[in-house]
């Protein structure tokens, strides 16, 4: 069964420095979204992603994030000067057809750790 | 803005018994999906269930159904026959119909133990 992947599992980074998390959705899906959850609280909404552009984000979606299809199959999360209230685990999912009708299927994260 | 509550943050149910986890949301619009999503201890976040709000019929998934009130905008999941393996969080979201690239947005989460 297709499934989205992310990497890295676990990121270490010190406070100021950049960061990109990477995702691979699912194959024949057209949408993409980065959520995050810091621990022990509720999964939140970063952004999502169709035709190459933005489609929505969130307040916390600050200039100091990005999002970037590089090529046809990578979905990537730069964060450019890390803060330490950015250590979170951070969720990258993939819907086939917006509108609703398309579930998303989220990955399995990665945990960001800033020190 | 959308909203959703999930009022009980723990539950407890003993293995083969049947629990009943709650969640309520405020909206205006009158199309919209709602979901139960589980997060076990790996923090993987797994679909369970999903119900359109124009159908009436209730969702079910084996052993996973939804009791989904419409006018009380009420979304509770049931878990019959708990099992070990369905120990974990579980999150209540909702997605608009309508909006374009529509986000998900979450509960509090329920800490789901199943004692054997």
């Known amino acids: 069964e297709p499934e989205v992947t992310q990497t890295p599992s676990h990121q270490v980074t010190q406070m100021g420095q950049e960061v990109i998390l990477r995702c691979v959705p699912i194959?024949?899906?057209?949408?993409f979204y980065w959520y995050r959850q810091i621990l022990g609280q509720k999964v939140e909404f970063l952004v999502s992603?169709?035709?190459?552009?933005?489609?929505?984000k969130s307040e916390i979606f600050d200039d100091q994030f990005s999002v970037e299809r590089p090529d046809g199959s990578n979905f990537t999360l730069k964060i450019r000067s890390t803060k330490l209230e950015d250590s979170a685990m951070y969720f990258c999912?993939?819907?086939?057809?917006?509108?609703?009708?398309?579930?998303?299927?989220f990955g399995p994260g990665t945990r960001l750790t800033v020190l | 803005a959308q909203t959703v509550t999930q009022s009980q943050p723990e539950m407890s149910v003993q293995e083969a018994e049947t629990v009943t986890l709650s969640c309520t949301y405020d909206?205006?619009?009158?199309?919209?999906?709602l979901f139960w999503y589980k997060q076990p201890p790996s923090r993987q976040m797994i679909l369970v269930i999903r119900?359109?709000?124009?159908?009436?019929q209730n969702a079910t998934e084996n052993r996973f159904s939804v009791n989904f009130q419409k006018a009380a905008k009420s979304f509770s999941l049931k878990i019959s026959d708990s099992q070990l393996g369905d120990a974990a969080m579980y999150f209540c979201?909702?997605?608009?119909?309508?909006?374009?690239?529509?986000?998900?947005?979450f509960g509090e989460g329920t800490q789901l133990t199943v004692n054997p």
């Open positions: 909206t205006s619009e009158s199309d919209y999906y």
């Open positions: 999912a993939s819907s086939e057809v917006t509108s609703g009708r398309g579930t998303q299927y």
């Open positions: 119900q359109e709000a124009y159908k009436q």
């Open positions: 992603f169709y035709n190459n552009e933005i489609s929505e």
């Open positions: 194959s024949n899906h057209l949408y």
């Open positions: 979201a909702y997605r608009s119909a309508w909006t374009s690239g529509s986000r998900l947005t």
